[in-house]
């Protein structure tokens, strides 16, 4: 089958729409909070039955449609493929906001061809908004152009994070955080590394850094915010990675990065 990004962002979309809609319904039709399945890295790294489920639905599309792709799954692991492409799917980015009521999840659904993101998509299904971007072009909210903040210096930045499970992490990130905090406009933490890039990409926020998000949690987001005008990276020159992500307008990158490198964040307790 041909390439063509533009039509893997075709489908990513309809199925990150279904999915979407799958848990906006599942979630209301509840008197409670979903069911914890599973626990993770920690007792607050939860998996639900419906991550399970929507992740079960879009592999089910994806192989209907692309049945030679591989497919990384948050939930499922990586599946391999015959072919040139790979789907990276996290079915519920944010689900302590899902499992809380909280609008700030997504589905995040990017495509990679020879290790890189060609396509992406980023549902926010309780705000109705879809975030689409192809590799060269440029980044959409509900199909209209969308571009990053530019201009902004770092003490008039709003600037999103997030933190981690482990205890000890979430230590060195109240340090950093600490250090941060007085040499820029403001802290948001919305829960959501999809939708905190998107917010980038949209202007929403005018950066972003975090430690500890997977590949699933930011390769559709991180193109957006690409595609938006935005510098996408780790520290030190390095790609976007686990160890930390950042993203905003190039000059505003470099003095976040600058900041960070003095507060050494990649560290544990």
Same mark, same amino acid.
């Given at each position: 089958?041909?390439?063509?990004?533009?039509?893997? *962002?075709?489908?990513?979309?309809?199925?990150?729409?279904?999915?979407?809609?799958?848990?906006? !319904?599942? @979630?209301?039709?509840?008197?409670?909070?979903?069911?914890?399945?599973?626990?993770?890295?920690?007792?607050?790294?939860?998996?639900?039955?419906?991550?399970?489920?929507?992740?079960? *639905?879009?592999?089910?599309?994806?192989?209907?449609?692309?049945?030679?792709? !591989?497919?990384?799954?948050?939930?499922?692991?990586?599946?391999?493929?015959? %072919?040139?492409?790979? #789907?990276?799917?996290?079915?519920?980015?944010?689900?302590?906001?899902?499992?809380?009521? $909280?609008?700030? #999840?997504?589905?995040?659904?990017?495509?990679?061809?020879?290790?890189?993101?060609?396509?992406?998509?980023?549902?926010?299904?309780?705000?109705?908004?879809?975030?689409? !971007?192809? &590799?060269?072009?440029?980044?959409?909210?509900?199909?209209?152009?969308?571009?990053?903040?530019?201009?902004?210096?770092?003490?008039?930045?709003?600037?999103?994070? /997030?933190?981690?499970?482990?205890? %000890?992490?979430?230590?060195?990130?109240?340090?950093?955080?600490?250090?941060?905090?007085?040499?820029?406009?403001?802290?948001?933490?919305?829960?959501?590394?999809?939708?905190?890039?998107?917010?980038?990409?949209? /202007?929403?926020?005018?950066?972003?850094?975090? &430690?500890?998000?997977?590949? #699933?949690?930011?390769? !559709?987001? /991180?193109?957006?915010?690409?595609?938006? %005008?935005?510098?996408?990276?780790? *520290?030190?020159?390095?790609?976007?990675?686990?160890?930390? /992500?950042?993203?905003?307008?190039?000059?505003?990158?470099?003095?976040?990065?600058? $900041?960070?490198?003095?507060?050494?964040?990649? @560290?544990?307790?």
């Amino acid at each position: 089958m041909p390439l063509n990004p533009d039509k893997f *962002l075709d489908l990513a979309r309809s199925i990150a729409i279904e999915a979407g809609d799958l848990l906006l !319904a599942e @979630r209301a039709a509840l008197s409670a909070r979903p069911e914890v399945v599973e626990t993770k890295s920690s007792p607050t790294d939860v998996v639900t039955a419906l991550d399970r489920a929507a992740e079960d *639905l879009i592999r089910a599309r994806i192989t209907e449609n692309r049945p030679d792709d !591989a497919i990384l799954g948050e939930e499922g692991g990586d599946t391999p493929g015959a %072919g040139d492409a790979r #789907w990276v799917v996290d079915p519920i980015d944010g689900t302590v906001n899902f499992l809380y009521g $909280l609008p700030a #999840w997504a589905v995040s659904i990017a495509v990679e061809v020879d290790g890189e993101i060609v396509a992406g998509v980023v549902n926010v299904p309780p705000m109705g908004e879809v975030f689409t !971007a192809v &590799r060269g072009g440029g980044a959409f909210l509900n199909d209209r152009p969308i571009t990053c903040s530019t201009g902004v210096p770092l003490d008039r930045a709003l600037v999103a994070t /997030g933190f981690g499970y482990a205890a %000890g992490r979430r230590a060195v990130q109240a340090q950093v955080l600490a250090e941060v905090l007085p040499r820029v406009r403001d802290i948001r933490r919305g829960g959501s590394c999809a939708v905190d890039l998107c917010s980038v990409a949209a /202007g929403r926020v005018d950066a972003y850094y975090e &430690r500890g998000t997977n590949y #699933w949690d930011h390769a !559709a987001g /991180g193109l957006i915010a690409q595609e938006a %005008g935005a510098k996408v990276g780790g *520290l030190r020159g390095t790609a976007y990675n686990i160890e930390l /992500g950042l993203a905003a307008a190039p000059e505003l990158f470099s003095q976040l990065h600058d $900041l960070l490198l003095t507060l050494d964040p990649e @560290r544990d307790l």
